[in-house]
Protein backbone atom coordinates (compact mmCIF):
# COMPACT_ATOMS: atom_id res chain seq x y z
CA UNK A 1 0.00 0.00 0.00
CA UNK A 2 2.40 2.63 -1.26
CA UNK A 3 1.20 6.24 -2.35
CA UNK A 4 3.77 6.81 -4.82
CA UNK A 5 4.15 10.43 -6.48
CA UNK A 6 2.70 9.95 -9.43
CA UNK A 7 0.36 7.11 -9.61
CA UNK A 8 -3.10 8.03 -7.97
CA UNK A 9 -3.53 7.26 -4.70
CA UNK A 10 -5.72 3.96 -3.55
CA UNK A 11 -7.17 6.27 -1.05
CA UNK A 12 -8.05 9.33 -2.77
CA UNK A 13 -9.98 11.07 0.67
CA UNK A 14 -6.25 12.03 1.81
CA UNK A 15 -5.66 15.49 0.96
CA UNK A 16 -2.47 18.01 1.11
CA UNK A 17 0.98 16.95 0.22
CA UNK A 18 1.40 13.31 0.85
CA UNK A 19 4.84 12.96 -1.23
CA UNK A 20 7.99 14.10 0.16
CA UNK A 21 10.86 14.90 -2.42
CA UNK A 22 13.28 12.66 -1.57
CA UNK A 23 16.42 14.02 0.22
CA UNK A 24 18.77 11.69 1.10
CA UNK A 25 19.27 7.93 0.01
CA UNK A 26 17.73 6.44 3.43
CA UNK A 27 14.77 8.12 3.30
CA UNK A 28 11.93 7.06 0.87
CA UNK A 29 8.78 8.24 -0.12
CA UNK A 30 5.81 8.45 2.39
CA UNK A 31 3.62 6.07 3.22
CA UNK A 32 0.39 5.53 3.14
CA UNK A 33 -1.28 2.87 5.21
CA UNK A 34 -4.99 2.21 5.69
CA UNK A 35 -5.49 0.71 9.41
CA UNK A 36 -9.04 -0.90 9.24
CA UNK A 37 -11.91 -1.01 9.14
CA UNK A 38 -11.28 -4.79 9.80
CA UNK A 39 -8.31 -4.59 11.93
CA UNK A 40 -7.43 -6.45 15.33
CA UNK A 41 -6.19 -3.18 16.97
CA UNK A 42 -8.93 -0.66 16.03
CA UNK A 43 -12.19 -1.78 18.12
CA UNK A 44 -14.55 -2.22 15.89
CA UNK A 45 -14.94 -1.22 12.80
CA UNK A 46 -13.08 1.90 13.03
CA UNK A 47 -10.07 3.18 10.35
CA UNK A 48 -7.44 4.82 10.66
CA UNK A 49 -5.55 6.71 7.52
CA UNK A 50 -2.06 6.89 8.50
CA UNK A 51 0.57 8.35 6.22
CA UNK A 52 4.15 7.07 7.57
CA UNK A 53 7.55 8.59 7.44
CA UNK A 54 9.41 5.02 7.87
CA UNK A 55 7.58 3.53 11.08
CA UNK A 56 6.72 7.46 12.36
CA UNK A 57 3.49 9.30 12.08
CA UNK A 58 2.76 12.12 9.89
CA UNK A 59 -0.59 12.24 9.12
CA UNK A 60 -3.40 10.30 10.44
CA UNK A 61 -7.08 10.66 9.49
CA UNK A 62 -9.89 8.78 11.35
CA UNK A 63 -12.49 7.76 9.50
CA UNK A 64 -15.78 6.70 10.83
CA UNK A 65 -19.33 6.03 9.60
CA UNK A 66 -19.21 2.21 9.42
CA UNK A 67 -21.29 1.88 12.06
CA UNK A 68 -24.19 4.62 11.81
CA UNK A 69 -27.03 2.69 12.65
CA UNK A 70 -29.65 5.67 12.20
CA UNK A 71 -30.35 5.54 16.18
CA UNK A 72 -31.07 9.37 16.28
CA UNK A 73 -33.83 9.39 13.30
CA UNK A 74 -34.95 6.18 14.98
CA UNK A 75 -35.58 7.30 18.07
CA UNK A 76 -36.89 10.68 16.37
CA UNK A 77 -39.84 7.81 14.84
CA UNK A 78 -40.43 5.64 18.16
CA UNK A 79 -41.52 6.33 21.41
CA UNK A 80 -39.85 7.91 24.53
CA UNK A 81 -39.92 4.43 26.06
CA UNK A 82 -38.96 2.53 22.34
CA UNK A 83 -36.24 4.95 22.40
CA UNK A 84 -34.90 2.92 25.68
CA UNK A 85 -33.62 -0.76 24.19
CA UNK A 86 -32.02 1.81 21.51
CA UNK A 87 -29.28 3.42 24.15
CA UNK A 88 -28.42 -0.14 25.53
CA UNK A 89 -26.62 -0.47 21.80
CA UNK A 90 -25.19 2.93 21.78
CA UNK A 91 -22.23 1.85 24.36
CA UNK A 92 -23.04 -1.48 24.67
CA UNK A 93 -20.05 -2.01 27.18
CA UNK A 94 -21.99 0.09 29.65
CA UNK A 95 -25.81 -0.55 28.96
CA UNK A 96 -26.71 0.95 32.60
CA UNK A 97 -25.20 4.66 32.09
CA UNK A 98 -26.75 4.60 28.62
CA UNK A 99 -30.29 4.01 29.73
CA UNK A 100 -30.14 6.06 33.04
CA UNK A 101 -28.58 8.91 30.92
CA UNK A 102 -31.40 9.13 28.71
CA UNK A 103 -33.88 8.75 31.40
CA UNK A 104 -32.47 11.49 33.02
CA UNK A 105 -32.98 13.89 29.69
CA UNK A 106 -36.46 12.35 29.87
CA UNK A 107 -37.04 12.74 33.70
CA UNK A 108 -35.93 16.58 33.46
CA UNK A 109 -38.37 17.20 30.21
CA UNK A 110 -41.77 15.54 32.20
CA UNK A 111 -40.53 16.70 35.72
CA UNK A 112 -40.19 13.63 37.12
CA UNK A 113 -38.95 12.57 40.30
CA UNK A 114 -37.06 9.34 40.96
CA UNK A 115 -37.85 7.76 45.07
CA UNK A 116 -34.61 6.97 46.92
CA UNK A 117 -34.56 3.43 46.73
CA UNK A 118 -34.33 3.77 42.44
CA UNK A 119 -31.42 6.54 43.02
CA UNK A 120 -29.36 4.46 45.35
CA UNK A 121 -29.88 1.14 42.43
CA UNK A 122 -29.10 3.37 39.55
CA UNK A 123 -25.54 4.31 41.65
CA UNK A 124 -25.01 0.96 41.98
CA UNK A 125 -25.79 -0.47 38.38
CA UNK A 126 -23.94 2.48 37.13
CA UNK A 127 -20.90 2.03 39.01
CA UNK A 128 -20.83 -1.74 38.67
CA UNK A 129 -21.48 -0.66 34.98
CA UNK A 130 -17.96 1.32 35.27
CA UNK A 131 -16.15 -1.86 36.41
CA UNK A 132 -17.07 -4.03 33.32
CA UNK A 133 -16.18 -0.86 31.15
CA UNK A 134 -13.25 0.02 32.64
CA UNK A 135 -11.83 -3.81 33.60
CA UNK A 136 -12.56 -4.62 30.06
CA UNK A 137 -10.29 -1.55 28.90
CA UNK A 138 -7.81 -2.66 30.29
CA UNK A 139 -7.49 -5.60 29.35
CA UNK A 140 -8.07 -4.66 25.55
CA UNK A 141 -5.54 -2.04 26.25
CA UNK A 142 -3.26 -4.60 26.97
CA UNK A 143 -4.26 -6.99 23.89
CA UNK A 144 -3.38 -3.74 21.90
CA UNK A 145 0.21 -3.74 23.17
CA UNK A 146 0.52 -6.89 22.43
CA UNK A 147 0.24 -9.02 25.38
CA UNK A 148 -2.22 -11.49 23.03
CA UNK A 149 -5.17 -12.18 25.48
CA UNK A 150 -4.16 -13.39 28.70
CA UNK A 151 -4.84 -10.10 30.73
CA UNK A 152 -8.23 -10.01 28.69
CA UNK A 153 -8.91 -13.29 30.04
CA UNK A 154 -8.72 -12.45 33.17
CA UNK A 155 -10.79 -8.86 32.66
CA UNK A 156 -13.20 -11.17 31.11
CA UNK A 157 -13.51 -13.31 33.82
CA UNK A 158 -14.69 -10.57 36.47
CA UNK A 159 -16.60 -8.94 33.58
CA UNK A 160 -18.90 -12.20 33.34
CA UNK A 161 -19.70 -12.20 36.96
CA UNK A 162 -21.00 -8.33 37.22
CA UNK A 163 -22.82 -9.63 34.04
CA UNK A 164 -24.19 -12.44 35.44
CA UNK A 165 -25.83 -10.01 38.48
CA UNK A 166 -27.25 -7.82 35.47
CA UNK A 167 -28.68 -10.88 33.78
CA UNK A 168 -30.40 -12.17 37.13
CA UNK A 169 -31.72 -8.43 37.45
CA UNK A 170 -32.69 -7.32 34.03
CA UNK A 171 -33.30 -10.89 32.04
CA UNK A 172 -30.04 -9.86 29.82
CA UNK A 173 -26.21 -10.06 29.72
CA UNK A 174 -25.49 -6.81 27.73
CA UNK A 175 -28.56 -5.10 26.58
CA UNK A 176 -29.94 -4.49 30.20
CA UNK A 177 -32.95 -1.97 29.49
CA UNK A 178 -33.31 -1.39 33.22
CA UNK A 179 -34.10 2.21 33.77
CA UNK A 180 -37.41 3.48 33.65
CA UNK A 181 -38.85 7.70 33.43
CA UNK A 182 -39.19 7.90 37.14
CA UNK A 183 -37.35 4.73 38.30
CA UNK A 184 -36.31 1.38 37.83
CA UNK A 185 -37.90 -1.77 35.73
CA UNK A 186 -37.22 -4.63 38.81
CA UNK A 187 -36.67 -4.30 42.29
CA UNK A 188 -33.13 -6.73 42.95
CA UNK A 189 -34.00 -9.38 45.68
CA UNK A 190 -31.90 -9.46 49.02
CA UNK A 191 -29.84 -12.09 47.81
CA UNK A 192 -28.92 -10.19 44.53
CA UNK A 193 -28.15 -7.82 46.57
CA UNK A 194 -26.17 -10.10 48.77
CA UNK A 195 -24.31 -11.87 45.70
CA UNK A 196 -23.29 -8.14 44.25
CA UNK A 197 -22.28 -6.68 47.72
CA UNK A 198 -19.99 -9.87 47.89
CA UNK A 199 -18.87 -9.54 44.83
CA UNK A 200 -17.66 -5.74 45.58
CA UNK A 201 -15.95 -6.88 48.39
CA UNK A 202 -13.79 -9.32 46.52
CA UNK A 203 -13.43 -6.59 43.44
CA UNK A 204 -10.15 -4.74 45.37
CA UNK A 205 -8.32 -8.08 45.80
CA UNK A 206 -9.00 -9.09 42.31
CA UNK A 207 -7.82 -4.87 41.19
CA UNK A 208 -4.38 -6.18 43.15
CA UNK A 209 -3.62 -9.25 41.49
CA UNK A 210 -4.55 -7.54 38.40
CA UNK A 211 -1.95 -4.66 38.65
CA UNK A 212 0.46 -6.90 40.07
CA UNK A 213 0.96 -8.43 37.06
CA UNK A 214 0.57 -5.46 34.70
CA UNK A 215 1.07 -2.07 36.28
CA UNK A 216 4.81 -2.33 37.45
CA UNK A 217 6.07 -4.49 33.80
CA UNK A 218 9.01 -3.20 32.41
CA UNK A 219 7.77 -3.45 28.84
CA UNK A 220 4.53 -1.71 29.86
CA UNK A 221 5.90 1.14 31.05
CA UNK A 222 8.13 1.89 28.47
CA UNK A 223 5.44 1.44 25.98
CA UNK A 224 3.07 3.78 27.79
CA UNK A 225 4.59 6.62 29.64
CA UNK A 226 5.07 9.66 27.47
CA UNK A 227 3.25 8.12 24.49
CA UNK A 228 1.01 10.04 23.74
CA UNK A 229 0.57 13.41 25.64
CA UNK A 230 -2.61 15.55 25.52
CA UNK A 231 -2.03 18.55 26.25
CA UNK A 232 -4.94 19.79 28.98
CA UNK A 233 -5.64 23.30 27.20
CA UNK A 234 -6.23 21.28 23.65
CA UNK A 235 -8.38 18.72 26.21
CA UNK A 236 -10.80 21.11 27.25
CA UNK A 237 -10.89 23.34 23.76
CA UNK A 238 -11.85 20.16 21.98
CA UNK A 239 -14.29 19.44 24.66
CA UNK A 240 -12.60 15.77 25.69
CA UNK A 241 -14.42 14.72 29.18
CA UNK A 242 -13.84 11.19 31.36
CA UNK A 243 -10.92 9.77 32.08
CA UNK A 244 -8.91 11.16 29.19
CA UNK A 245 -9.74 14.53 30.38
CA UNK A 246 -8.42 13.76 34.09
CA UNK A 247 -5.58 12.12 32.78
CA UNK A 248 -4.25 15.37 31.66
CA UNK A 249 -5.18 16.77 35.19
CA UNK A 250 -7.92 18.83 34.66
CA UNK A 251 -10.40 18.07 37.70
CA UNK A 252 -14.07 17.65 36.06
CA UNK A 253 -16.20 15.02 37.15
CA UNK A 254 -19.68 15.47 36.21
CA UNK A 255 -20.86 13.35 39.28
CA UNK A 256 -19.17 15.99 41.09
CA UNK A 257 -19.60 18.93 39.17
CA UNK A 258 -23.81 18.11 38.43
CA UNK A 259 -24.48 16.29 41.53
CA UNK A 260 -26.73 14.47 39.84
CA UNK A 261 -28.41 11.49 41.43
CA UNK A 262 -27.38 10.63 44.72
CA UNK A 263 -23.53 11.37 44.15
CA UNK A 264 -23.43 14.43 46.50
CA UNK A 265 -24.18 12.22 49.44
CA UNK A 266 -21.32 9.83 48.56
CA UNK A 267 -17.48 10.19 49.69
CA UNK A 268 -15.41 9.30 46.99
CA UNK A 269 -12.37 11.11 45.52
CA UNK A 270 -11.98 11.96 41.79
CA UNK A 271 -8.20 10.31 40.69
CA UNK A 272 -5.84 12.96 38.67
CA UNK A 273 -3.30 12.41 36.27
CA UNK A 274 0.06 14.33 35.79
CA UNK A 275 1.16 13.82 32.50
CA UNK A 276 -2.14 13.30 30.23
CA UNK A 277 0.10 9.94 28.44
CA UNK A 278 -1.27 6.68 28.36
CA UNK A 279 0.09 5.13 31.06
CA UNK A 280 -1.99 8.04 33.16
CA UNK A 281 -4.92 6.91 31.32
CA UNK A 282 -4.59 3.62 31.78
CA UNK A 283 -4.16 3.97 35.75
CA UNK A 284 -6.97 6.58 35.59
CA UNK A 285 -9.17 3.13 34.59
CA UNK A 286 -7.55 1.40 37.76
CA UNK A 287 -8.03 4.23 40.10
CA UNK A 288 -11.85 5.08 39.08
CA UNK A 289 -12.50 1.40 40.06
CA UNK A 290 -10.90 1.65 42.80
CA UNK A 291 -13.04 4.63 43.73
CA UNK A 292 -15.81 3.23 42.57
CA UNK A 293 -16.04 0.29 44.93
CA UNK A 294 -15.96 2.66 47.68
CA UNK A 295 -19.55 4.12 46.00
CA UNK A 296 -20.53 1.03 45.70
CA UNK A 297 -20.15 -0.35 49.65
CA UNK A 298 -21.24 2.79 50.81
CA UNK A 299 -24.54 2.47 48.65
CA UNK A 300 -25.12 -1.46 49.51
CA UNK A 301 -24.67 -0.10 53.46
CA UNK A 302 -27.14 2.96 52.77
CA UNK A 303 -30.03 1.45 50.13
CA UNK A 304 -33.56 2.20 51.64
CA UNK A 305 -36.52 0.32 51.47
CA UNK A 306 -39.51 1.68 49.55
CA UNK A 307 -41.44 1.55 46.11
CA UNK A 308 -38.46 2.12 43.07
CA UNK A 309 -40.86 3.87 40.77
CA UNK A 310 -42.50 7.54 40.82
CA UNK A 311 -46.19 6.83 41.32
CA UNK A 312 -47.20 10.09 38.93
CA UNK A 313 -44.92 8.36 36.29
CA UNK A 314 -46.71 6.38 33.27
CA UNK A 315 -45.68 4.24 31.03
CA UNK A 316 -48.04 4.18 28.20
CA UNK A 317 -49.36 7.20 26.32
CA UNK A 318 -46.75 9.12 27.56
CA UNK A 319 -46.37 12.55 26.10
CA UNK A 320 -44.07 15.29 28.15
CA UNK A 321 -45.02 18.91 27.52
CA UNK A 322 -43.73 20.91 24.79
CA UNK A 323 -40.20 22.05 25.79
CA UNK A 324 -36.61 20.91 25.49
CA UNK A 325 -33.96 19.14 28.11
CA UNK A 326 -30.32 17.85 28.37
CA UNK A 327 -29.61 15.04 30.65
CA UNK A 328 -26.31 14.28 31.09
CA UNK A 329 -23.94 12.23 33.17
CA UNK A 330 -20.97 10.72 33.58
CA UNK A 331 -20.51 7.76 31.92
CA UNK A 332 -17.45 4.94 31.72
CA UNK A 333 -15.95 7.20 28.83
CA UNK A 334 -17.13 11.18 30.00
CA UNK A 335 -19.63 12.74 29.62
CA UNK A 336 -23.02 11.22 28.33
CA UNK A 337 -25.53 13.54 27.16
CA UNK A 338 -29.02 13.53 25.54
CA UNK A 339 -31.02 16.48 24.14
CA UNK A 340 -34.43 15.88 23.90
CA UNK A 341 -36.90 18.60 21.99
CA UNK A 342 -40.39 17.89 22.35
CA UNK A 343 -43.58 18.86 20.66
CA UNK A 344 -45.92 17.45 23.12
CA UNK A 345 -46.19 14.08 20.68
CA UNK A 346 -45.29 10.51 21.86
CA UNK A 347 -42.21 10.22 20.04
CA UNK A 348 -39.31 13.42 19.98
CA UNK A 349 -38.79 15.67 17.69
CA UNK A 350 -35.54 16.49 17.63
CA UNK A 351 -33.36 13.80 19.77
CA UNK A 352 -29.82 14.06 19.75
CA UNK A 353 -26.62 11.80 21.77
CA UNK A 354 -23.72 13.74 22.62
CA UNK A 355 -21.44 10.82 22.58
CA UNK A 356 -18.42 10.66 24.96
CA UNK A 357 -16.25 8.43 22.68
CA UNK A 358 -16.86 10.47 19.15
CA UNK A 359 -15.53 13.19 21.22
CA UNK A 360 -12.63 11.93 22.60
CA UNK A 361 -11.43 10.73 19.46
CA UNK A 362 -11.27 14.28 17.69
CA UNK A 363 -7.55 14.81 18.90
CA UNK A 364 -6.50 11.38 18.16
CA UNK A 365 -4.08 12.90 15.60
CA UNK A 366 -2.61 15.58 18.04
CA UNK A 367 -1.80 12.47 20.47
CA UNK A 368 -0.44 10.50 17.44
CA UNK A 369 1.99 12.84 15.81
CA UNK A 370 5.30 11.66 16.02
CA UNK A 371 4.53 8.53 17.45
CA UNK A 372 5.20 5.66 15.37
CA UNK A 373 2.04 3.15 14.45
CA UNK A 374 2.13 0.63 17.25
CA UNK A 375 2.29 3.28 19.46
CA UNK A 376 -0.91 5.02 17.71
CA UNK A 377 -2.52 1.59 18.35
CA UNK A 378 -2.01 1.69 22.14
CA UNK A 379 -2.81 4.75 22.02
CA UNK A 380 -6.61 4.49 20.42
CA UNK A 381 -6.83 1.74 22.98
CA UNK A 382 -6.58 4.11 26.02
CA UNK A 383 -8.69 6.68 24.59
CA UNK A 384 -11.06 3.47 24.95
CA UNK A 385 -13.89 4.23 21.90
CA UNK A 386 -17.18 1.84 21.33
CA UNK A 387 -18.12 1.99 17.78
CA UNK A 388 -21.37 1.78 18.56
CA UNK A 389 -21.80 5.69 20.31
CA UNK A 390 -18.91 6.87 17.77
CA UNK A 391 -20.84 6.08 15.01
CA UNK A 392 -24.80 5.98 16.66
CA UNK B 1 -30.90 -35.08 2.74
CA UNK B 2 -32.28 -38.37 1.84
CA UNK B 3 -33.52 -38.23 -1.32
CA UNK B 4 -29.77 -36.53 -2.36
CA UNK B 5 -28.58 -39.53 -0.73
CA UNK B 6 -30.69 -42.22 -3.36
CA UNK B 7 -29.65 -39.95 -6.04
CA UNK B 8 -25.83 -40.54 -4.91
CA UNK B 9 -22.99 -42.26 -7.37
CA UNK B 10 -21.08 -45.27 -6.05
CA UNK B 11 -18.75 -44.08 -4.18
CA UNK B 12 -15.24 -44.61 -6.73
CA UNK B 13 -12.75 -45.37 -3.91
CA UNK B 14 -15.18 -47.52 -1.20
CA UNK B 15 -12.24 -47.42 1.45
CA UNK B 16 -14.27 -48.01 4.07
CA UNK B 17 -17.86 -48.01 2.57
CA UNK B 18 -17.42 -51.83 2.24
CA UNK B 19 -17.51 -52.92 5.35
CA UNK B 20 -20.58 -52.38 8.08
CA UNK B 21 -20.26 -50.29 10.84
CA UNK B 22 -19.76 -53.33 13.72
CA UNK B 23 -16.78 -54.72 11.33
CA UNK B 24 -15.50 -50.95 11.90
CA UNK B 25 -16.02 -50.82 15.66
CA UNK B 26 -14.39 -54.83 16.12
CA UNK B 27 -11.75 -53.13 13.86
CA UNK B 28 -11.40 -50.51 16.32
CA UNK B 29 -11.35 -52.32 19.59
CA UNK B 30 -7.93 -54.02 17.76
CA UNK B 31 -6.45 -50.88 17.47
CA UNK B 32 -7.51 -50.44 13.30
CA UNK B 33 -8.66 -47.48 12.37
CA UNK B 34 -11.12 -47.16 9.19
CA UNK B 35 -11.89 -44.39 7.89
CA UNK B 36 -12.52 -43.00 4.25
CA UNK B 37 -10.47 -40.08 3.05
CA UNK B 38 -13.86 -37.88 2.83
CA UNK B 39 -14.59 -38.72 7.00
CA UNK B 40 -10.69 -37.90 7.48
CA UNK B 41 -10.84 -34.99 5.79
CA UNK B 42 -14.42 -33.53 6.96
CA UNK B 43 -13.53 -34.66 10.55
CA UNK B 44 -9.75 -32.59 10.38
CA UNK B 45 -11.60 -29.81 8.79
CA UNK B 46 -14.23 -29.84 10.94
CA UNK B 47 -12.39 -29.51 14.37
CA UNK B 48 -9.90 -26.60 13.20
CA UNK B 49 -12.40 -24.03 12.26
CA UNK B 50 -10.28 -21.00 11.87
CA UNK B 51 -12.54 -17.77 12.22
CA UNK B 52 -11.80 -14.21 10.90
CA UNK B 53 -10.84 -11.78 13.76
CA UNK B 54 -13.13 -9.37 12.57
CA UNK B 55 -16.21 -8.09 14.94
CA UNK B 56 -18.62 -5.51 13.85
CA UNK B 57 -20.91 -4.26 16.45
CA UNK B 58 -21.92 -5.73 20.26
CA UNK B 59 -21.78 -9.33 19.28
CA UNK B 60 -18.22 -8.74 18.83
CA UNK B 61 -17.92 -8.47 22.36
CA UNK B 62 -20.06 -11.75 22.87
CA UNK B 63 -17.85 -13.29 20.26
CA UNK B 64 -14.92 -12.13 22.36
CA UNK B 65 -16.78 -13.42 25.57
CA UNK B 66 -17.00 -16.90 23.81
CA UNK B 67 -13.43 -17.12 23.54
CA UNK B 68 -12.15 -16.43 26.94
CA UNK B 69 -11.70 -19.03 29.78
CA UNK B 70 -15.36 -19.61 30.41
CA UNK B 71 -16.84 -20.25 27.39
CA UNK B 72 -13.82 -21.47 25.62
CA UNK B 73 -14.38 -21.44 22.14
CA UNK B 74 -10.99 -23.74 22.18
CA UNK B 75 -12.95 -26.75 23.14
CA UNK B 76 -14.56 -27.15 19.21
CA UNK B 77 -11.06 -25.92 17.99
CA UNK B 78 -12.07 -22.88 16.78
CA UNK B 79 -10.27 -20.26 19.06
CA UNK B 80 -7.37 -19.04 16.29
CA UNK B 81 -8.96 -15.83 15.30
CA UNK B 82 -7.21 -14.99 12.38
CA UNK B 83 -6.67 -11.13 11.93
CA UNK B 84 -6.01 -12.16 8.21
CA UNK B 85 -8.89 -12.94 5.94
CA UNK B 86 -6.24 -15.00 3.99
CA UNK B 87 -5.88 -17.68 6.67
CA UNK B 88 -9.38 -17.77 7.88
CA UNK B 89 -11.72 -20.52 7.44
CA UNK B 90 -14.81 -19.05 8.83
CA UNK B 91 -16.51 -15.44 8.99
CA UNK B 92 -18.56 -14.69 11.73
CA UNK B 93 -20.45 -11.28 10.75
CA UNK B 94 -21.04 -10.26 14.26
CA UNK B 95 -23.28 -7.50 14.38
CA UNK B 96 -24.75 -4.69 12.12
CA UNK B 97 -23.40 -4.59 8.63
CA UNK B 98 -24.27 -0.35 7.73
CA UNK B 99 -24.24 0.10 3.74
CA UNK B 100 -21.08 1.57 4.01
CA UNK B 101 -19.39 -1.59 5.80
CA UNK B 102 -20.87 -4.14 3.07
CA UNK B 103 -18.60 -3.81 0.38
CA UNK B 104 -15.54 -4.42 3.11
CA UNK B 105 -17.16 -7.56 4.00
CA UNK B 106 -17.70 -8.75 0.63
CA UNK B 107 -14.50 -7.94 -0.20
CA UNK B 108 -12.85 -10.19 3.04
CA UNK B 109 -14.98 -12.74 2.27
CA UNK B 110 -13.54 -13.15 -1.47
CA UNK B 111 -10.25 -12.63 0.40
CA UNK B 112 -10.51 -15.73 1.93
CA UNK B 113 -9.52 -19.29 0.70
CA UNK B 114 -12.37 -22.04 0.27
CA UNK B 115 -13.66 -23.95 1.99
CA UNK B 116 -14.89 -20.70 3.67
CA UNK B 117 -18.11 -20.81 5.54
CA UNK B 118 -19.89 -17.97 7.12
CA UNK B 119 -22.15 -17.43 10.25
CA UNK B 120 -24.95 -14.80 11.05
CA UNK B 121 -24.74 -13.70 14.18
CA UNK B 122 -27.48 -11.75 15.77
CA UNK B 123 -30.37 -10.26 14.65
CA UNK B 124 -28.56 -7.41 12.90
CA UNK B 125 -26.60 -9.50 10.49
CA UNK B 126 -29.69 -11.78 9.45
CA UNK B 127 -32.18 -8.93 8.98
CA UNK B 128 -30.98 -5.38 10.14
CA UNK B 129 -32.41 -6.81 13.46
CA UNK B 130 -33.55 -3.34 15.66
CA UNK B 131 -32.11 -0.97 13.00
CA UNK B 132 -33.81 -2.52 10.07
CA UNK B 133 -36.01 0.62 9.17
CA UNK B 134 -32.80 2.66 9.49
CA UNK B 135 -31.46 4.12 6.35
CA UNK B 136 -28.09 3.17 6.35
CA UNK B 137 -28.79 -0.38 7.53
CA UNK B 138 -28.08 -3.67 5.25
CA UNK B 139 -31.52 -5.58 6.04
CA UNK B 140 -29.27 -9.13 6.35
CA UNK B 141 -25.59 -10.35 4.96
CA UNK B 142 -27.24 -13.14 3.01
CA UNK B 143 -28.30 -10.68 0.86
CA UNK B 144 -24.48 -10.72 -0.14
CA UNK B 145 -22.94 -13.78 1.02
CA UNK B 146 -24.28 -17.20 1.28
CA UNK B 147 -24.74 -17.63 4.78
CA UNK B 148 -24.29 -21.21 6.47
CA UNK B 149 -25.37 -20.74 9.97
CA UNK B 150 -28.34 -18.29 11.46
CA UNK B 151 -27.88 -17.70 15.22
CA UNK B 152 -31.20 -15.37 16.16
CA UNK B 153 -30.45 -13.31 19.52
CA UNK B 154 -30.04 -9.25 20.53
CA UNK B 155 -26.82 -10.29 20.99
CA UNK B 156 -26.73 -14.10 20.75
CA UNK B 157 -24.98 -15.52 23.91
CA UNK B 158 -22.28 -16.98 23.85
CA UNK B 159 -23.65 -20.72 24.51
CA UNK B 160 -25.94 -19.44 21.14
CA UNK B 161 -22.58 -19.13 19.07
CA UNK B 162 -21.07 -22.45 20.47
CA UNK B 163 -24.24 -24.21 19.35
CA UNK B 164 -24.10 -22.26 15.74
CA UNK B 165 -20.33 -23.32 15.65
CA UNK B 166 -21.64 -27.18 16.79
CA UNK B 167 -24.50 -26.94 13.76
CA UNK B 168 -21.62 -25.87 11.49
CA UNK B 169 -19.50 -28.69 12.22
CA UNK B 170 -22.15 -31.27 11.93
CA UNK B 171 -22.81 -29.33 8.72
CA UNK B 172 -19.00 -29.68 7.37
CA UNK B 173 -18.77 -33.68 8.69
CA UNK B 174 -21.98 -34.41 6.25
CA UNK B 175 -19.99 -32.84 3.08
CA UNK B 176 -19.25 -34.98 0.13
CA UNK B 177 -16.30 -34.48 -1.95
CA UNK B 178 -17.75 -35.92 -5.25
CA UNK B 179 -21.28 -36.93 -6.47
CA UNK B 180 -24.19 -34.72 -7.39
CA UNK B 181 -24.61 -33.44 -3.54
CA UNK B 182 -21.09 -32.09 -3.55
CA UNK B 183 -19.82 -29.35 -1.08
CA UNK B 184 -20.11 -26.16 -2.56
CA UNK B 185 -16.36 -24.88 -2.66
CA UNK B 186 -15.65 -28.20 -4.77
CA UNK B 187 -17.61 -27.43 -7.46
CA UNK B 188 -16.63 -25.57 -10.20
CA UNK B 189 -20.21 -23.92 -11.18
CA UNK B 190 -20.81 -22.49 -7.48
CA UNK B 191 -18.61 -19.33 -7.28
CA UNK B 192 -16.71 -18.44 -4.26
CA UNK B 193 -16.17 -14.77 -5.01
CA UNK B 194 -18.80 -12.65 -5.63
CA UNK B 195 -18.58 -8.91 -7.15
CA UNK B 196 -17.83 -6.19 -4.64
CA UNK B 197 -20.85 -3.13 -4.22
CA UNK B 198 -20.15 0.22 -3.97
CA UNK B 199 -21.12 2.74 -1.55
CA UNK B 200 -23.91 4.41 -3.83
CA UNK B 201 -25.18 7.66 -3.61
CA UNK B 202 -28.47 6.27 -2.60
CA UNK B 203 -27.75 2.86 -1.98
CA UNK B 204 -25.58 -0.11 -2.30
CA UNK B 205 -25.10 -0.66 -5.78
CA UNK B 206 -26.33 -3.56 -6.47
CA UNK B 207 -28.38 -3.86 -3.51
CA UNK B 208 -28.35 -7.47 -3.42
CA UNK B 209 -26.54 -10.71 -5.11
CA UNK B 210 -28.71 -12.27 -7.83
CA UNK B 211 -26.86 -15.38 -7.44
CA UNK B 212 -27.43 -15.63 -3.70
CA UNK B 213 -30.54 -14.54 -2.68
CA UNK B 214 -33.74 -13.19 -4.58
CA UNK B 215 -36.61 -11.75 -2.62
CA UNK B 216 -39.68 -13.75 -1.88
CA UNK B 217 -42.38 -13.66 -3.78
CA UNK B 218 -45.19 -10.22 -2.41
CA UNK B 219 -47.90 -11.82 -0.45
CA UNK B 220 -50.99 -11.79 -1.87
CA UNK B 221 -54.36 -10.86 -0.66
CA UNK B 222 -55.29 -14.65 -1.20
CA UNK B 223 -52.35 -15.65 0.34
CA UNK B 224 -51.04 -17.61 -2.68
CA UNK B 225 -47.56 -16.07 -3.41
Redesign the interface.
Known amino acids: MIGTGSAPSPFGQLSGPTVRKVKDPFHGDLLEVSMGPQHPSTHGVFRMDVTLDGEVIVKLKPVFGYLHRNHEKIAENTSYLGSMPYTDRLDYLSSMSTNWAYALAVEKLAGLTVPDRAQYLRIILAELTRLVNHVCLVGFLFNDLGTSFTPLLYAFREREKIIDLFEALSGSRMMCNYQRFGGCRVDPTPEWLAAASRLVDNFPSFLDEYESMLTGNEIMLARTQGVGRLDPKHAINAGITGPVLRASGVNYDLRKVDGYGFYPRFDFRIPLGDHGDTYDRYMMRILEMRESVKILQQAFRELPAGPIMDPKAKLRGFRPKPGEAYGRLESPKGELGFYLLSDGSPNPYRYRVRPPSLINLTLLEEMCLGHTVADAVVILGSIDIVLGEVDR | MSTADNTRAPDPFPAAGNISDDEREELRRHGILMTSLEELYNWGRSNSIWP???????C???M??A????FDIARFGAEIFR?S?RQADLMIVS??V?K??AP?VVR?WNQMPEPKYCIAMGACAISGG??K?????LKGIDRFLPVDIYIPG??P?PEALLNGLMQLQKKIRGEHLTGPDAARHTRADVPGEFPVPTFGEHDLEPTRNPEVWTPPAPITRSGKG
Not at chain 2, 52 to 58: E, N, S, V, Y
Open positions: IQFGLACAIEIAATARPPGTTKMQLPFQGYNVCPR
